[in-house]
């Protein structure tokens, strides 16, 4: 089945050769079916005449199906290479959420936007508690259902506006940019959106007969007006998060600059 597959791919691929291949095609089948034609009519034309009715009416066949069989397939794969190119630099390939390498150059956009506007975002860094005793015992690919799933809800609790991100293993991001001007408001906005994030992984994720649980670790690190760094962020996050598994995981901390 599998090989069935990779031989219909490779023959629906059209390449610039094969494309002008279908063009010569077309316009000698064109030309030829004209030629036939004019051969075929009862009267005789003069010869300037006919080159105008065969260069007019190859033009005319011709154009629309060279577009359709050749000119139209021909972009659309120039298309759909280079969506699999960003996809393969920009997106996580199990989650389809954006890497790491996007992820930073949303942040510094999100921080620029939060220091011209002095408002506060986030930035909230989630671990998963258990995630590698499911792998462990379960597999790899019991692994991965539960990381597709569990980036499928983090989608599904946050605004459009609101970045999510796999950065590796079983670490997600959650980029916030706008929050409120107050930091007292701000951060009981935060409090409540990491327990609406904990409250939707907490629910049972299917597996070939199996039943596994999820919780999450997150750390928080508020974002101001400040001058950061995104690695200086993460790290900061990534510290309150192991605060948050210090304390018993499935914990919301905070990363407290003193």
Known sequence: ???????????????????????????????????????????RFSLFLQATIDTVLVLMISIPFIHIWAIKPLLQEQINAVKKANEKA?????TKLPNRLILSDYMQRYIAGIRRHEIYGAVLLLDLDNFKYINDNFGHEAGDKVLIEVGRRLKSVTRPEDVI???GGDEFVV????????????????LGIANKLQNVLSGNIEY???????????????????????????????QAMYQAKDSGKNNAV????N
């Open 1 to 43: 089945m599998c090989d069935q597959t990779k031989v219909n791919i490779s023959m629906n691929k059209i390449t610039p050769s094969i494309a002008i291949i279908r063009i010569g095609t077309i316009i000698a089948v064109v030309e030829l079916l004209i030629m036939l034609l004019i051969g075929n009519a009862p009267y």
């Open 90 to 94: 920009f997106l996580d390939p199990l």
């Open 165 to 167: 991100s796999r950065i």
């Open 175 to 190: 980029l916030i940019g706008r929050l409120d001007v107050d930091k007292h408001t701000a951060r009981n906005k935060l």
């Open 208 to 238: 070939k007969n199996h039943l596994f649980t999820t919780h999450a670790s997150i750390g928080i690190r508020l974002l101001d007006s400040d001058n950061l760094e995104v690695e200086t962020v993460l790290r900061d996050a990534d």
């Open 254 to 257: 905070f990363f407290e600059n």
